[in-house]
């Protein structure tokens, strides 16, 4: 009975290598290339190029890092509870409060890139409706199907297939534009490397399907580098594409990088295509964003980690309904205090040092549990720190500043470590 019991509560295992791939692809490319080319330009000019394969770098030492955690601790919460079981319960809260904190910032800046697109000289007001939009949906329980989520692939593959054809065959490229890939130096690079990280964001997806896929000792292996390695390709190619065809600096100084690629050339007729693309994109993004804050949001105050009242539940629609009414009026709060670079900057610091503690925690592993090289762990550790500590100061400042008041409310509290231990 106990073995029935046990064998009901699994999941299938149907999923193919080719499944997880199209899975990792559906998670990866999405609205932040959108968003990210734009500072990454006025980061490192050309040399974004070298950033983009740096950002992908870090990104796959960290999905190997997620995926053989994931192996070891088959439950929901992510680093938030990789933290905990290797590294101890203060680390996985820090890992927590950064993917809260950072996510947040997340949904800002998605909120911000809908506004962008859909209409610059009203963005700041359309992206607040945009989040009370998504915050009435999620409220109501509904959530967002497979079939919807494929859809809103199938449009970004399309928005961005415009954007090169239009981009390259428009007339107006120029391949001056390329220029000196090291004209941003070093720092630069790495500086362009920690926002184009931004677009990387969901490749860890691939990482916790060890119960549903076939094989997981071999496909998840394949599928995580052959998914980074096509969305590298897709983002390279909309990369060079856009550089070509507008060149570092008005990508730089455009909050719709590329829109305005498209604009201006002989295929401008594409430009409502790219634009309808980013919208439906950057809402996707910010619904599915929404949901798991506010979720780890409520885990954590279930834990004692933030406060209590955020783990209510709603009578009738069964959702954390005080936790996302808060999440919701915090991202608003950024959407009007806060630009699309900053939010970006801010939200990559975060992110960044929430794969730093999975990237420490894999590093603990014994040989055992371990399905990749120690030093792949290690290296993701410090590409992460490098990537975060590159960033413009502002978002270095106000990143670390709120990771450390974070830390202050553990220590000062002992009734929280209490709970969480």
Not at 226 to 253: M, Q, W
């Given at each position: 009975m106990g073995s029935d019991a046990g064998e009901q509560a699994?999941?299938?295992?149907?999923?193919?290598?080719?499944?997880?791939?199209?899975?990792?692809?559906?998670?990866?490319?999405?609205?932040?290339v959108f968003a990210a080319i734009g500072p990454a330009a006025e980061a490192a000019g050309a040399g974004l190029l070298i950033g983009l394969a740096v950002a992908a770098a870090v990104a796959y030492c960290n999905a190997t890092s997620s995926a053989q955690l994931a192996a070891v601790h088959p439950e929901s919460g992510g680093t938030y509870v990789y933290g905990r079981r290797q590294l101890g319960p203060f680390w996985g809260y820090l890992a927590g409060a950064g993917f809260v904190v950072g996510k947040t910032a997340s949904c800002a800046a998605m909120a911000l890139t809908f506004g962008a697109y859909a209409y610059p000289d009203f963005a700041r007001s359309l992206a607040v409706a945009a989040v009370v939009a998504c915050t009435t949906v999620n409220y109501a329980g509904v959530q967002k199907t497979a079939a919807l989520t494929r859809g809103v692939v199938a449009i970004v593959f399309a928005a961005l297939a415009a954007v090169v054809v239009a981009a390259l065959f428009g007339g107006q490229g120029d391949a001056g534009n390329l220029g000196d890939l090291g004209v941003g130096g070093l720092r630069g690079i790495l500086q362009s490397a920690g926002l184009l990280f931004f677009a990387f964001a969901g490749y860890a997806r691939i990482a916790t399907l060890g119960e549903e896929v076939v094989e997981p000792e071999r496909t998840i292996p394949r599928a995580i580098p052959l998914a980074l390695g096509i969305t590298l390709g897709v983002y390279a190619a909309v990369a060079v594409a856009a550089l070509l065809a507008a060149g570092p600096e008005r990508l730089a100084s455009s909050s719709a990088p590329l829109a305005t690629a498209v604009e201006g050339g002989r295929l401008a007729v594409l430009?409502?295509?790219?634009?309808?693309?980013?919208?439906?994109?950057?809402?996707?993004?910010?619904?599915?964003?929404?949901?798991?804050?506010?979720?780890?949001?409520?885990?954590?105050?279930?834990?004692?980690?933030?406060?209590?009242?955020?783990?209510?539940?709603?009578?009738?629609?069964?959702?954390?309904?005080?936790?996302?009414?808060?999440?919701?009026v915090l991202v608003i709060a950024l959407v009007l205090a806060v630009d699309l670079r900053g939010a970006i900057g801010f939200s990559s610091f975060t992110v960044l040092a929430y794969y730093a503690i999975a990237n420490a925690s894999a590093w603990t592993l014994g040989d055992d549990r371990r399905r990749w090289p120690r030093w792949l762990a290690a290296l993701g550790l410090v590409g992460c720190a490098a990537l975060a500590l590159s960033l413009p100061l502002p978002s270095v400042v106000s990143g670390a500043g709120v990771l450390a008041l974070a830390a202050a409310v553990w220590f000062a509290d002992p009734g929280r470590r209490a709970s969480a231990g």
């Amino acid at each position: 009975m106990g073995s029935d019991a046990g064998e009901q509560a699994r999941l299938a295992r149907r999923l193919t290598t080719r499944d997880a791939v199209v899975i990792g692809l559906g998670s990866m490319v999405g609205a932040g290339v959108f968003a990210a080319i734009g500072p990454a330009a006025e980061a490192a000019g050309a040399g974004l190029l070298i950033g983009l394969a740096v950002a992908a770098a870090v990104a796959y030492c960290n999905a190997t890092s997620s995926a053989q955690l994931a192996a070891v601790h088959p439950e929901s919460g992510g680093t938030y509870v990789y933290g905990r079981r290797q590294l101890g319960p203060f680390w996985g809260y820090l890992a927590g409060a950064g993917f809260v904190v950072g996510k947040t910032a997340s949904c800002a800046a998605m909120a911000l890139t809908f506004g962008a697109y859909a209409y610059p000289d009203f963005a700041r007001s359309l992206a607040v409706a945009a989040v009370v939009a998504c915050t009435t949906v999620n409220y109501a329980g509904v959530q967002k199907t497979a079939a919807l989520t494929r859809g809103v692939v199938a449009i970004v593959f399309a928005a961005l297939a415009a954007v090169v054809v239009a981009a390259l065959f428009g007339g107006q490229g120029d391949a001056g534009n390329l220029g000196d890939l090291g004209v941003g130096g070093l720092r630069g690079i790495l500086q362009s490397a920690g926002l184009l990280f931004f677009a990387f964001a969901g490749y860890a997806r691939i990482a916790t399907l060890g119960e549903e896929v076939v094989e997981p000792e071999r496909t998840i292996p394949r599928a995580i580098p052959l998914a980074l390695g096509i969305t590298l390709g897709v983002y390279a190619a909309v990369a060079v594409a856009a550089l070509l065809a507008a060149g570092p600096e008005r990508l730089a100084s455009s909050s719709a990088p590329l829109a305005t690629a498209v604009e201006g050339g002989r295929l401008a007729v594409l430009l409502p295509a790219v634009r309808i693309g980013a919208t439906v994109a950057s809402l996707g993004v910010l619904l599915s964003l929404t949901v798991g804050v506010s979720r780890t949001t409520f885990a954590m105050a279930r834990n004692g980690e933030l406060p209590r009242y955020l783990a209510a539940v709603h009578p009738r629609n069964k959702v954390p309904h005080l936790a996302e009414a808060t999440v919701a009026v915090l991202v608003i709060a950024l959407v009007l205090a806060v630009d699309l670079r900053g939010a970006i900057g801010f939200s990559s610091f975060t992110v960044l040092a929430y794969y730093a503690i999975a990237n420490a925690s894999a590093w603990t592993l014994g040989d055992d549990r371990r399905r990749w090289p120690r030093w792949l762990a290690a290296l993701g550790l410090v590409g992460c720190a490098a990537l975060a500590l590159s960033l413009p100061l502002p978002s270095v400042v106000s990143g670390a500043g709120v990771l450390a008041l974070a830390a202050a409310v553990w220590f000062a509290d002992p009734g929280r470590r209490a709970s969480a231990g």
